[in-house]
């Protein structure tokens, strides 16, 4: 089946910088939108950040001007580059992704396990 793999989460200092990684793998016809959320402790989870097919982006209101989402179709991954970073930016974040995986199907959800990210003040 489908399996998305996300990598480059860590404990970093308020104002520091990450960039999450996120891999899909196995039956893929075709990625269409790619999205990062994130569910701190006691909160629901948020989209932070979304990307389309042509390249289109939206934000969260807290992280714009600070995350940036971007993907590489020839990889098959999508990236959030995260600067300035806030304590509050604290939790876990997880890689969402619809891909088509046959030609008779118009797409299914993906999630990843998660990567945690921690900023201290």
């Known amino acids: 089946q489908v399996q998305l793999v996300e990598s480059g989460g860590g404990l970093v200092q308020s104002g520091g910088s990450l960039r999450l990684s996120c891999a899909a793998s196995?039956?893929?016809?075709?990625?269409?939108?790619l999205g990062w959320y994130r569910q701190a402790p006691g909160k629901q989870r948020e989209l932070v950040a979304h990307?389309?097919?042509?390249?289109?982006?939206n934000y969260a209101d807290s992280v714009k001007g600070r995350f940036t989402i971007s993907r590489d179709n020839a990889k098959n991954t999508v990236y959030l580059q995260m600067n300035s970073l806030k304590p509050e930016d604290t939790a876990i974040f997880y890689c969402?992704?619809?891909?088509?995986?046959?030609?008779?199907?118009?797409?299914?959800?993906?999630w990843g396990k998660g990567t945690g990210v921690t900023v201290s003040s």
């Open positions: 990307i389309g097919t042509g390249g289109d982006t």
């Open positions: 196995g039956r893929i016809v075709r990625i269409n939108t």
């Open positions: 969402n992704a619809r891909i088509v995986s046959s030609p008779w199907d118009s797409g299914k959800d993906y």
